[in-house]
């Protein structure tokens, strides 16, 4: 019986922790009891020295000492200010006006939105119920089907999982070893796509079931000119005047990829902002204005949050700013975003940094306890175990891929996204390299696929987020004055299943497109290393006379 346990001492001790998060403990002292208790059996059945556990402090230390996820508390509080200041409210109602008459509009805004939000928050909670609580509401108004709205807001939301300055991208590269700005910039495009797959889905809902996401009626949207027009034109030159200049900036740029398309934004929201400032000051003083209302309403919403990615995500992409630099940045753009629109009170603050504080707590005790297990786990070669287990996988990378995503989505039903990152990328991370495959693809896919875990019933955290906002009890609309059906928990879970699916079409995507990830790398050297030849150049010295000894 010992031999026995000896020999199988690593699936022995990953199948208890996984019965006993399965059981419902909390995954930081799940992980930290398992690798304790298998640390005492190894020592009494002679597999480790008594003194083993002596290397655990210097490994608490490191991750009080690990830079990386300082970045964590910035963005997090970061979010939690915009999410209390008001820039969702106001993004979603102008975007909802711009959208106007169409067929789906509030859905579209709401994506646009969500996509929007996840690139200046980061925290999928902060997205999930802003959006629920402003446009879930206007959304049943108007007679959307309550599993439509409902799939959208919550998908939109997880957004925030995947477009940088996402959380879980900080944590994936600090496991996997890599640059979070390689994290970041290889997740922008697939984050885009994303984004545009639910666009694509609100787009065909629209068309085969046109009562499941009508349109706003005419009486509700607002901005319009003296004549009756809505101004949509006037916002149309500005924009591509936006992006004529930011190319005219850029077109001497060696920039690609990401980096292009940030600084490119970042010229555009100036010289959109400068328009729309001289149109409102000249409006002021002569009464006449050469931008619509709408234009104008559009520029000043949209540039705070803009200007705000570039501030985070340009510096960092540029290299200008580490990932926390990036994030103490965006923490103090939010601060004066708040103060700017009169919504900053201490209350505000403290109830940011208590939140913050509470999900960096979490975040620190489940690594602190993950620690504790890997401690453990390698000891007894339960690294090796997982990566001969994978590597002999039949079908090399694809099969490996295949396996670890399948893998990955069903653990996603039980445990968030903070567990998976803690527990299994660092066991898959090392035969991922073993097999070729570039570590920021590779997490950009689990990164792609974790965000099923929010949006997974019946553990998904987005559908809880919702659920804690949605009306559960008919209610009066304060604006129409009619009586509303509740939304139910199997309308929310009904409506997450489509973007689950999409969400998995997107993993496939990553995979089959490589170069939407890749990009990171820049354009690559056309020097071969191997042919550089250095050669010193012999250099004949004098005689080196050191004079007579003295007597």
């Known amino acids: 019986m010992t031999a026995f346990l000896i020999a199988n001492m690593a699936p022995i001790m990953f199948a208890s922790l ?22 005492f059996v190894g020592i009494e059945l002679g597999e480790f020295r008594p003194d083993f556990l002596q290397a655990l402090p210097e490994r608490v230390y490191g991750v009080m000492n690990n830079d990386t996820l300082l970045a964590i508390p910035f963005f997090t509080f970061m979010g939690l200010v915009l999410e209390r200041s008001g820039m969702a409210e106001d993004l979603l109602d102008t975007i909802g006006q711009l959208f106007g008459t169409i067929r789906g509009g509030l859905a579209y805004a709401v994506i646009f939105v969500g996509a929007l939000l996840a690139a200046t928050t980061g925290v999928v909670a902060a997205s999930v119920i802003s959006m629920g609580l402003i446009s879930l509401p206007i959304m049943l108004r108007y007679g959307y089907d309550r599993r439509m709205a ?14 940088p300055p996402s959380l879980v991208l900080i944590v994936m590269a600090d496991q996997l070893g890599k640059s979070v700005g390689d994290m970041y910039e290889g997740a922008f495009i697939p984050g885009m796509v994303l984004a545009g797959l639910y666009a694509g889905y609100a787009f065909l809902v629209s068309m085969i079931f046109p009562k499941a996401a009508p349109g706003l009626p005419v009486e509700a949207v607002g901005f319009r000119e003296p004549d009756g027009s809505r101004g949509l034109w006037s916002l149309g ?146 690294h090796i175990w997982v990566e001969h287990l994978l590597t002999s996988l039949p079908g090399g990378q694809i099969g490996f891929l295949l396996f670890v995503n399948a893998l990955v989505f069903v ?80 309308q929310i879970y009904w409506g997450a299943v489509p973007f689950v699916v999409i969400q998995v079409v997107m993993v496939v995507l990553v995979i089959m497109f490589p170069g939407m990830v890749m990009h990171y790398k820049g354009a690559a050297s056309t020097i071969d290393p191997n042919s550089i030849k250095i050669e010193v150049p012999q250099i004949e010295l004098p005689p080196l006379d050191f004079g007579q000894p003295k007597q």
């Open 237 to 382: 030159v500005l924009f591509i005047a936006s992006c004529v200049f930011g190319w005219f900036m850029m077109r001497h740029s060696e920039s690609r990829g990401a980096d292009y398309v940030v600084l490119s934004m970042f010229y555009g929201i100036l010289f959109a902002f400068f328009v729309a400032v001289v149109n409102w000051l000249i409006h002021k003083v002569s009464g006449f204005r050469f931008l619509s209302a709408m234009a104008q309403q559009t520029t000043f919403v949209m540039v705070p949050p803009l200007f705000l990615i570039f501030l985070v995500l340009g510096t960092i992409f540029i290299g200008v700013a580490t990932p926390t630099e990036g994030g103490a940045m965006g923490a103090a753009g939010a601060l004066i975003l708040g103060a700017a629109k009169r919504r900053l009170s201490w209350d505000l603050i403290r109830q940011a940094t208590e939140s913050t504080a509470k999900l960096s707590a979490f975040v620190i005790f489940i690594l602190i306890g993950a620690r504790v297990f890997s401690l453990t786990f390698y000891g007894v070669n339960g």
């Open 18 to 39: 996984v019965i006993i998060l399965l059981l419902g403990y909390p995954a930081a002292f799940s992980l930290g009891a398992v690798g304790l208790i298998f640390a």
């Open 150 to 163: 409902s799939g959208v807001i919550a998908a939109s939301g997880t957004l925030a999982q995947i477009i």
């Open 411 to 490: 653990l996603a039903f039980f445990l968030d996204f903070f567990e998976l990152a803690f527990i299994i990328i660092p066991l898959l991370g090392p035969a991922a390299e073993k097999l070729g495959i570039d570590l920021i693809w590779f997490g950009i896919i689990l990164g792609v696929n974790m965000q099923t875990s929010f949006m997974h019933p019946p553990f998904g955290f987005a559908l809880f987020y919702l659920r804690s906002v949605a009306p559960k009890e008919s209610y009066i609309d304060r604006i129409t004055g009619k009586r509303m059906d509740p939304v139910t928990t199997g």
